[in-house]
Nanobody, 121 residues
Framework: QVQLVESGGGLVQSGGSLRLSCALSRTIFTIYTMGWYRQAPGVERELVAGITSVGITNYTDSVKGRFTISSDKAKNTVYLEMTGLKREDTAVYYC???????????????WGQGNQVTVSS
C-alpha cells in the first residue's frame, strides 16, 4: 500500500512561516505531479500549489509570491514553504501525488492524511 506521509504544519502568528513536507512511503513506477491542496471549514478543497515531474510549478493567485513548492525526486518528497502567512491561509493542508503504481496501472491520485495550519492574528 502506498501512503503519503505529511509533516509540518501547526500554529503560527500572522506574518510567520511554516514548512510542510510530504513523502511517498515507497517508490512507484512514475509520478506525474505532486501538490498541495487545502480545505477550510465550509469551503471546497482547493489546489494551492503543484509541481510536475520536470519542475514546472503553478500556484493559486492568493499565495503567489508567498508560498514556494519544491520537490526532491530522489526522495519522492514534496515541500511547501509558506511565508507571510495570513489568517485566510488557515486550513487543513493535504498532499497529493498523481502517478502510476506499475506500467500497466491507470493514473491515480494518492492523498496525505492532512495537516492543520492555523494562522493567528
Amino acid at each position: 500500500q502506498v501512503q503519503l506521509v505529511e509533516s509540518g504544519g501547526g500554529l503560527v502568528q500572522s506574518g510567520g512561516s511554516l514548512r510542510l513536507s510530504c513523502a511517498l512511503s515507497r517508490t512507484i513506477f512514475t509520478i506525474y505531479t505532486m501538490g498541495w491542496y487545502r480545505q477550510a471549514p465550509g469551503v471546497e478543497r482547493e489546489l494551492v500549489a503543484g509541481i510536475t515531474s520536470v519542475g514546472i510549478t503553478n500556484y493559486t493567485d492568493s499565495v503567489k509570491g508567498r508560498f514556494t513548492i519544491s520537490s526532491d525526486k530522489a526522495k519522492n518528497t514534496v515541500y511547501l514553504e509558506m511565508t507571510g502567512l495570513k489568517r485566510e491561509d488557515t486550513a487543513v493542508y493535504y498532499c497529493n501525488a498523481r502517478g502510476k503504481l506499475t506500467p500497466r496501472d491507470f493514473p491515480r491520485d494518492f492523498w496525505g492524511q492532512g495537516n492543520q495550519v492555523t494562522v493567528s492574528s
